[in-house]
């Protein structure tokens, strides 16, 4: 592993203000970054050191909904009564992501800046826009098993791995941030994660030395919550594909709902024809059919992940009957 200084920030304005300098990288729970750096993924020239910071709280809003801390642990968040009663999606979502020991040290900013888990980008001898731009991308002719089929690009197919964010993206969660003038600035999750275009070493819409303080959650929707996986051994396995579905069910059929999805592409996706197409409708095979079609709207295969498309398909059905109980 390569040298590198360490600093314990004191203040948020002084952990940005560290962060802007070229080679420095923030740690928090440290469960993916310093897998990267064992492999020279990542070689900062700096750590600044966040824990101590006092972004550790869940607090309710005015608005009736709750700020999480970017500090607060995946684990203390699943487990909060509130988050449990009323944010069912988003504590099903965490539970579902990594191991119980890697939840106790993983953190709310963290999990939403965690890289994706394409194997080509962890080994350094192989081709990867993503970790050395302008060098190729290996997975388009490569094992492609878990990779995208919404939203890549001719530079880059890797998927995001998070279970975390895809439920705060059907929440319609917003990110807060603050830089080291102290300016804060808030974004909504849609908007925090980007697709790869030409450049996916771009990952996210924070700018240079802005960190995340919080992810505020509105008021929860009406509706059932649930949240399915779908990967390749039981536990501690990044999903294939994922579904966090919120639906409000009433005696006509579907009054509204709310599907996000993990494992299709580099941010979590989220479709609104698809949503809309759900609305009012009744329930049954047809109605999913027609959100699975927007939802799959574009969709495309590389071969190895080609499977992804119809297993998504099964999953809005199978979800939706759950719900609906048809
Ligand atoms: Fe790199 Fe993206 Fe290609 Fe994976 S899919 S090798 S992360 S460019």
Known sequence: MKAFTYQRAASTAQAAEAAIKPGARIIAGGTNLLDLMKLQVETPSALIDINH???????ETSEGGLRVGALVRNSDLAADLRVR??????????????????????????????????????????????????????????????????????????????DMAVAMRTLDARVETADRDGERRVIPIADFHRLPGKTPEIE??????????AVTLPPPPPGIHVYRKVRDRASYAFALVSVAAIVDVGRGGIRSARLA??????????????????????????????????????????????????????????????????
């Open 204 to 213: 996210t819409s924070l700018r240079p030395g802005e960190i995340i303080t």
């Open 85 to 162: 009663q009323r944010y069912g999606v988003l504590s099903r979502a965490l539970l579902a992501g990594a191991s119980a020991q890697l939840r106790n040290k993983a953190t709310t900013g963290g999990n939403l800046l965690q890289r994706t888990r394409c194997y080509y980008f962890y080994d350094v001898t192989k081709p990867c826009n993503k970790r050395d731009p302008g060098s190729g991308c290996a997975a388009f002719a490569g094992f492609n098993r878990i990779h995208a089929v919404l939203g890549a690009s001719d530079a880059c197919i890797a998927t995001h791995p998070s």
């Open 261 to 326: 999805f993990g494992g299709l592409a580099h941010k979590p996706w989220r479709v609104a024809a698809a949503e809309e197409r759900l609305a009012n409708a009744p329930a049954g095979t047809k109605t999913s059919e027609a959100a699975a079609d927007a939802v799959l709207d574009g969709a495309r295969g590389h071969g190895g992940n080609d499977f992804k498309i119809p297993l998504t398909r099964r999953m809005i059905r199978a979800v939706l009957a759950e719900i609906t109980r048809t």
């Open 53 to 59: 910071l006092p972004l550790d709280k869940i607090e």
